[in-house]
């Protein structure tokens, strides 16, 4: 079984490049973040007319996430327990549709478009720790409740775990730019701690391998790019991993979004 995610920044504008990929990589599940859309003009026949059933959460033109298999589709949950919401400038805080689950051939798949910080000191930067939080906790019930539940959290995740996980960290300290930052981090490993493993690094520990290149300045071409996109295993899911990869190639060509598939195989 092979699953993946993808952060598509638009599902709408790069539909056709979805559907190719869809047949090209023969993937059972898809983990879909940034569709950028409502239910209501989500482009369900995409899925259907390549047998894939689909599972869509989106409240307006921003954030949005989406599962589509070909090997089952059961209890759909949109949101996590206590999911936080956000209010900017002290308005009435907004659920977001940064989390969707399903359950796809035994494995209990969430799409997970982790908040963005936007700047260091910026109202976002709390959420975000608060979101991630939250989610750790939650995910750490499931597991302890069963440990061979087969989980895989799957996603945009906004953190770059790793110095070598950016093209400069320099650039990033010198700039007090996101992403890199010790909460930050330290976020992210709290679900390394609660015992979930990231299972695409063993796979693709090559230097400068990044999901996502920004669309200015030249940084796709110059391999100035970020690895952001993740898979945590749970452990029982993890002790099925046979392979990772990371589609490159993806981000290549017109109309591409600025990040690119990866790709997980279970046996």
């Known amino acids: 079984m092979k699953i993946a995610t993808w952060n598509v920044n638009s599902l709408r504008a790069r539909a056709d490049r979805v559907e190719d990929w869809l047949r090209r ?79 796809c051939g035994g494995v209990r798949i969430w799409s997970l478009y982790v908040p963005n910080g936007r700047a260091l000191e910026d109202e976002h930067m709390p959420y975000k720790l608060s979101w991630l939080d939250t989610l750790n906790k939650q995910a750490a019930g499931w597991i302890a409740e069963n440990p061979e539940a087969q989980v895989a959290l799957m996603g945009d995740w906004n953190i770059a775990p790793r110095d070598e996980d950016v093209w400069d960290i320099d650039f990033f300290r010198d700039n007090n730019m996101t992403h890199v930052t010790a909460p930050e981090r330290a976020a992210f490993e709290a679900f390394i701690e609660t015992g979930f493993v990231e299972v695409v690094r063993p796979y693709t520990d090559t230097p400068k391998t990044y999901t996502y290149w920004d669309y200015t300045q030249l940084r796709f071409p110059k391999n100035e790019g970020m690895r952001i996109d993740f ?24 109309g591409a979004s600025d990040h690119t598939p990866v790709i997980v195989e279970l046996d």
């Open 25 to 103: 990589s023969d993937v059972d599940v898809l983990a879909i973040q940034e569709t950028k859309c409502k239910d209501e003009n989500f482009p369900w026949e995409l899925f259907e007319n390549n047998d894939y059933e689909v599972a869509h959460f989106g409240l307006s033109q921003w954030n949005g996430v989406a599962i589509a298999s070909r090997v089952g589709l059961d209890d759909v949950q949109r949101t996590f327990t206590d999911q936080p919401a956000f209010g900017k400038g002290g308005k009435d805080p907004v659920q977001e549709a940064r989390a969707i689950a399903a359950t």
């Open 231 to 254: 898979t945590l295993a749970s452990p029982a899911l993890a002790a099925r991993v046979t392979g990772a990869s990371i589609d490159r190639e993806e981000r290549k060509g017109k």
